[in-house]
């Protein structure tokens, strides 16, 4: 008997741990502000693959949920956007209207995906230019706490960021003026 429950109950902590590393996310992004320099890259290098980790779990365990595919975007946008206000405004390394054209794009899919799931009782599940956008700008924070500029890749980031904004609006149009949500 006693066996059982434990295989229970690491399932039901293996099912959970995809959201309690988006959730960490969300809480220990804020801590860029903080970090002293010398430790900006590591603290950032553990946050974003942290996000790797939380979509490798999701699937190893099948444990994707409506809650994940809130938390999960959620902790990309607090950590990029932290990543970026470091970068741009404490290090001076990136151009500011990166992380103001970031943050109008995520305060429209933040509300886009707060009205399907009001409407419809469900989000969009993450789409392929998110999470080009999502790699792209952690690829460049990650080089510019390194010391790097790439002009092709802050060319990249904001390519996708565009056609991810387009992405997310067209699909949230459909479903939101279509019967169901597919």
């Not at 902790?75 to 992380?99: A, E, H, I, Q």
């Amino acid at each position: 008997m006693e066996r059982g429950r434990c295989s229970l109950g690491r399932y039901v902590l293996l099912s959970k741990l995809p959201n309690l590393i988006s959730l960490a996310r969300v809480v220990l992004s804020p801590f860029l502000l903080l970090v002293p320099e010398a430790h900006l890259f590591s603290f950032f290098l553990v946050l974003a693959l942290s996000d790797a980790l939380d979509g490798f779990f999701a699937r190893l365990f099948k444990a994707q949920s409506e809650l994940g595919k809130i938390l999960d975007p959620l902790g990309d946008k607090v950590m990029l956007l932290c990543g970026l206000y470091v970068c741009t405004f404490r290090l001076g390394m990136l151009p500011s209207y990166l992380l103001y054209l970031l943050l109008v794009r995520d305060l429209f899919l933040l509300v886009g995906g707060a009205l399907l799931l009001i409407k419809k009782g469900r989000v969009p599940s993450a789409r392929t230019f998110g999470k080009l956008t999502t790699f792209g700008v952690s690829l460049l924070i990650i080089l510019s706490l390194l010391g790097y500029h790439s002009q092709f890749l802050l060319l990249f980031v904001l390519l996708t960021a565009a056609l991810s904004w387009l992405d997310y609006g067209l699909l949230g149009y459909r479903r939101l003026r279509s019967q169901t949500f597919s």
